[in-house]
Every structure is written in C-alpha cells, then in structure tokens.
C-alpha cells in the first residue's frame, strides 16, 4: 500500500486492522492521513496526501499542480499549495482561498487539480522574477498550455495580485526550453540585445530529415547556442555528443556550447564575435546594434 489513506476510512472498511497496526505500521504524513512507514514520500504521495487531508474537497496548485501534470525541475520537499479554506494547514502544505471557477479545475489521476492553464496563471504571478519564467517554460514544454488562455484568465482575475508580472514572465515564456538553465541562457541572450532566440530547431540531414534538434539560435545567421548540462558529461554520451556538433557545422551553423561555470559576459562575447562574421556586410551586426558589453561586469 504505497498510495497514500485516510486511516479512520481504512480502519472502517478493514483495510487496517486495528489502531495499533496503523501506529506500528504507517507513518502520518498529515493528520489522519498516512503511508507506510517503511517509503519515503515522493512530491506526488505528498500531494495526493495533502489533497486527502481536505477530505478530497480542495484543489491542488501551484508547483505541487505543475508536477501533477508532469512538469520537470521540481523538488520533492516543495511545500504542497492547494485551493482550499482551511487556512490552518499542517506543515508541508500551505491553503489559498483563491476563487477558483468549474472549468479551471480538472481530474489527474483522481486528484483534483488546476488545469494547465490556471497551474500557469499562479506560477507567472506568484513566483517572481526570472524563475517564473523557468517554471512557466518547463510547464509549457509538457503541457503545451494555452498562452491565450492565461491572457483571459489574467482579465478574469483581474484583481488577483501579481497580475503585472504575470504579463511579463508570458512575454519571455517559451515552452522550447527543456531545462531552467536553458530558460536562463535565452534570458541573458535577449537582455544582452541579442533578438529572441527560436528554440528547438531542426537541423536536417541530406534526405531532409530532422537529424537533431538545437536549443536555441537564430536561423538567418546560423548561429547556435547550446547549454550542456551535466550528463553531457557521462561517458556514454561523449562520443555521441562530439559526432552530433561535427554534424551541425557540417550544416552550415556555429554551434556555441555553454556549461556550467561559464560566465555570463564570456558567454555573450562569444555570441557576439561570432555575429558579424556570418552577417552580411549591410545588415547591422550586435555590436552596432546597441547590444550591451557585459566584459565589465
């Protein structure tokens, strides 16, 4: 039994024989609400834990709704949000008594949780800065949520605080971002003056198949840019790594790869350099172009 239980239901449908076995046994997550004490509680037992707290009458939201609906790059110890009028809620969950319409709620997995949409319109307004942006992307990159639709749930709920920021982090959103790293280097190209990078673009064999897929970049210019994360690292994928950037300047594309450590002002330096060389001559390169020297910084 790895699926979190309301241990009075248990003990009365005789799931659990008796009190000492649900003590003896099973740990409490939340008052009532239990797991075997032997497993350690992944962000979805806690959730649907916290749902069963309410008595399966709240609504599961914010990051705790965005894993629900499978969304990456989220921590097991986040606390569980939920919609829902119990302001007094155990540690590890905290209530909102937001006002929440029909059709902003939705079933996953028997949970009642905010549809993608909603999910987004809470991330954009309630987190802030620059981690919106991240945790709209990785939601978008699996759900593919409606931008519009979080435009009029924003006129809908135009009272609802954090609406302005919301409206910022949905005009840098971009679901093409696979990992909050990759949303962090889009942000530092186009706050340099870069223009906004398309992401997830098909590079192409000689059959005119899609041979792989780049971050981001900028087609007119061929110019692609790459975060590689740790597990470019493993030897498993090293060879595999080395023949696939061969491939892509084979291509016609120069191909920019980032790691971790590089620092921000060599990485846009080295975007900038390569600009000029593979723009025509009567077009305006960055550099003239009023993209910012970040060499001092």
């Known amino acids: 039994m790895d699926v979190p239980f309301i241990g009075s239901e248990a ?50 939201a914010g990051l705790a709704a965005a894993a629900m609906h499978g969304t990456r790059w989220i921590a097991d110890d986040v606390p569980v949000e939920l919609i ?8 590890g969950i905290t209530t909102r008594r937001d006002r929440l319409l029909p059709a902003e709620r939705q079933s ?51 009272g609802s605080p954090g609406i302005p920021q919301l409206h910022s982090a949905l005009n840098l959103y971009d679901p093409g971002a696979q990992s909050p790293r990759e949303t962090w280097l889009r942000l530092l190209l186009i706050r340099a003056g870069f223009p906004p990078p398309r992401t997830q673009i098909p590079v192409y064999d000689d059959f005119g198949e899609a041979r792989y897929y780049l971050d981001m970049g900028w087609d007119e210019v061929m110019i692609a840019v790459e975060y590689d994360g740790d597990q470019h690292r493993e030897r498993s994928r090293f060879g ?58």
């Open 108 to 158: 996953v997995d028997g949970v009642a949780v905010t549809t993608p949409e909603r999910t987004a319109f809470d991330l954009g307004r309630l987190i802030r800065d620059d981690d919106a942006v991240a945790r709209l992307d990785a939601l978008g990159n699996v759900t593919r949520f409606d931008r519009g639709a979080v435009t009029d749930l924003a006129d809908r709920h135009s």
């Open 11 to 60: 003990l009365r449908q005789g799931v659990v024989a008796n009190k000492h076995q649900l003590r003896t046994r099973f740990r409490p997550l939340y008052p009532d609400v239990y797991l075997p004490d032997s497993v350690t509680p992944t962000l979805k037992q806690r959730t649907i834990a916290a749902w069963l707290w309410t008595r399966r009458g709240g609504v599961v």
């Open 240 to 297: 595999k790594d080395i023949v696939r950037s061969e491939f892509i300047v084979y291509r016609g594309w120069v191909h920019i790869r980032v790691v971790a450590g590089d620092r921000p002002a060599d990485i846009v330096n080295r975007v900038r350099r390569a600009w000029p060389r593979r723009v025509h001559s009567d077009r305006e390169s960055p550099k003239s172009g009023g993209i910012c020297d970040l060499s001092a910084h």
């Open 84 to 91: 829902w009028t119990n302001a007094r809620a155990p540690r």
